[in-house]
């Protein structure tokens, strides 16, 4: 069963740690993307890789790091320098730069 | 920077009833791709329009991108209580690193 798999679900962070989000698909597509959803607000870009070994910082960058050392992976940190944190995070992937699959998501929450 | 504005960002209407979510981008854009959240989910591709004054239908839902490739519209008629969720427009801007740019949603309510 193709797809894009966000882990954990849930997850909640404390503060001064950094906490990763995992992103696995294995519909066999170059580019991967993380963004931020804010309740009343749209998809906001945070990183983007279009092929394995480079990656490119999105609009809303700072805080954040991710890799991708794997095509099927594009995991995601969220660090203690990113000081609002809480917010519902969706991982995408397309084949160049087409049409955007997403993961459930992962809620984010600061303890 | 470039942004693509969505308007109404909230809209409730009886069942029956038709709606319409509307879509202006600062810049020409390259093409326009929907996408549909439900409450709780994660955002489905709906459609992508791709020509100046392009018009796709799919059953009770109209799609229109403007013949400037700056706007456009999202109409469903007689909505159904299926039909909630939040609608999100995304452009991509000509001869750019293909990185979408998303519209702020508008979320529909349906009353039945």
């Known amino acids: 069963d193709g797809g894009i798999t966000q882990s954990p679900k849930y997850l909640f962070r404390k503060e001064g740690q950094n906490v990763t989000l995992s992103c696995e698909q294995n519909l066999n597509h170059d580019a991967m993307y993380w963004y931020r959803q804010d309740p009343g607000q749209g998809l906001r870009l945070i990183y983007y890789?279009?092929?394995?070994?480079?990656?490119q910082k999105g609009d809303i960058a700072e805080g954040y790091s991710v890799s991708r050392e794997k095509k099927e992976s594009f995991p995601l940190t969220v660090t203690s320098a990113q000081k609002n944190p809480t917010a519902f995070y969706l991982c995408a992937s397309s084949i160049e730069k087409n049409i955007q699959y997403f993961g459930a998501g992962t809620r984010l929450s600061v303890l | 920077g470039q942004q693509v504005m969505q308007i109404p960002q909230y809209q409730h209407v009886q069942e029956g009833e038709d709606f319409t979510t509307y879509c202006n981008s600062s810049t020409t854009l390259s093409n326009i791709q929907w996408y549909k959240q439900r409450p709780g989910g994660h955002p489905v591709f709906l459609i992508q329009l791709v020509k100046s004054g392009e018009v796709k239908k799919q059953k009770r839902l109209t799609f229109q991108f403007g013949e400037a490739k700056k706007n456009s519209s999202l109409h469903i008629t007689a909505t159904q209580t299926t039909d909630v969720g939040t609608y999100f427009c995304?452009?991509?801007?000509?001869?750019?690193?293909?990185?979408?740019?998303f519209g702020q949603g508008t979320t529909l309510q349906v009353k039945p």
């Open positions: 890789s279009h092929i394995v070994n480079d990656f």
């Open positions: 995304a452009g991509r801007r000509s001869g750019n690193t293909g990185k979408l740019i």
